[in-house]
């Protein structure tokens, strides 16, 4: 069946760096979402991409979706300290998420 | 605020026992999700629902069951526990699959 590989499963970074978690999927995807999880939180839905090659930005957070629809990645400029968290990708209608990455910043 | 709840918030009980979690969707949403989260893991999608009606079954053991009422809420009956189903367990909503979830803030089970 379908699976969703999510890489780094870690990484810590100064702040002032950028950070970059890619998805990649073995079958060819409609959509991806990206969710953010604080620690001792919920998910909490970020995006949703769904044309081939899509790329969309929320201020230092820039979001792709593959010509091939089977990757996406999620790149945020300058990290800050509250960006800190797991970042999820999740494809599809039976919403398999990735297993997460999950970014610790360094003031 | 998501809109979604979930309740009770904490539970402990002991192996063997059973337990029902129970989710109301955000107004609005037809569809409902479960997932379970073990600490510092990923989420595991249990089962979703949408309009009353199984719609995709995940990573879902046997001793587990859920179901959505008429009214849209939904419960996640889980049996026989087991020292390993100590998780997180989150309800999610959407308006129909394949559209953004709005989590709740989950129910954390403890078994002793």
């Known amino acids: 069946g379908q699976q969703v590989m999510q890489i780094p499963q870690y990484q810590h970074v100064q702040e002032g760096e950028d950070f970059t978690t890619y998805c990649n999927s073995s079958t060819t995807l409609s959509n991806i979402q990206w969710y953010k999880q604080r620690p001792g939180g919920h998910p909490v839905f970020l995006i949703q991409?769904?044309?081939?090659?899509e790329v969309k930005k929320q201020k230092r957070l820039t979001f792709q979706f593959g010509e091939a629809k089977k990757n996406s990645s999620l790149h945020i400029t300058a990290t800050q300290t509250t960006d800190v968290g797991t970042y999820f990708c999740?494809?599809?209608?039976?919403?398999?998420f990735g297993a997460g990455t999950r970014l610790t910043v360094k003031p | 605020d998501s809109g979604v709840t979930q309740t009770p918030k904490h539970l402990i009980t002991a192996t063997g026992q059973r337990v029902t979690l129970r989710c109301s969707p955000r107004?609005?949403?037809?569809?409902v999700y479960w997932y379970q989260q073990s600490l510092d893991q990923g989420l595991q999608f249990l089962i979703q629902y949408y309009n009353g009606e199984e719609r995709a079954k995940g990573n879902i053991l046997e001793r587990f069951s859920a179901q959505q009422f008429p009214d849209l809420h939904s419960e996640l009956n889980l049996s026989s526990l087991e020292l390993g189903d100590s998780a997180l367990y989150f309800c999610?909503?959407?308006?129909?699959?394949?559209?953004?979830?709005?989590f709740g803030d989950g129910t954390r089970l403890s078994i002793l």
């Open positions: 999610a909503s959407s308006d129909f699959g394949n559209q953004p979830q709005h």
């Open positions: 107004s609005g949403d037809l569809s």
């Open positions: 991409l769904v044309k081939s090659g």
């Open positions: 999740a494809g599809d209608n039976d919403m398999r």
